[in-house]
């Protein structure tokens, strides 16, 4: 029953991940010229998940008799996808997971600001993303304001993203 529910959970994910971005579609959001097929840049890490009531491995006794609860550790993949990609600007889509399985979904236009290194900005969210090798992007937000687009636990994180094989490419939080 346990793994049923864990795989109904990461099939959903997959599912709700592919209709947010046919809901966004890419020829209405990106005024470039779109790469076919798009560039994928990903990130693998551990990130915290509330354990099952009944999972006593993630139960501590401490010196003075109270019993915590501790997360249970999960991997996730966030995605950078490049939609679109010219000298002064480009067009991308940003999916990142964090506690909980809590995301964070940023889309847009993001301007060059020097060198290597392009900026998102808008009313709420401020993300420099910089070109480290061909095969690496630097993400980093700058600043809270893009907290209003993920769920409460939700979270970008200054990382690098790695160019993904297309077998490697869907969005996922794993057990």
């Avoid at 060059?112 to 993300?127: H, M, P, Q, R, W």
Wanted: charge should be neutral.
């Amino acid at each position: 029953m346990r793994h049923a529910r864990e795989f109904a959970f990461i099939a959903l994910c997959s599912t709700l991940a592919s209709a947010r971005a046919q809901d966004l579609a890419p020829e209405a959001s990106c005024p470039l010229a779109l790469k076919t097929p798009a560039v994928r840049y990903s990130r693998l890490h551990q990130i915290p998940t509330t354990a099952r009531p009944d999972d006593i491995s993630h139960k501590v006794v401490t010196p003075g008799g109270m019993v915590l609860d501790t997360p249970k550790m999960v991997a996730a993949t966030d995605v950078l996808t490049l939609l679109a990609h010219e000298p002064s600007a480009l067009c991308f889509s940003l999916q990142t997971f964090a506690r909980d399985r809590h995301t964070c979904q940023l889309r847009g236009l993001a301007r060059k600001e020097s060198g290597t290194t392009y900026l998102f900005s808008d009313n709420t969210a401020v993300v420099r993303l910089t070109f480290i090798t061909e095969d690496q992007v630097g993400v980093e937000p700058v600043g809270t304001g893009y907290r209003s687009r993920c769920e409460p636990s939700g979270k970008i994180e200054a990382a690098i993203y790695t160019l993904t094989k297309e077998s490697d490419s869907a969005p996922e939080a794993k057990n």
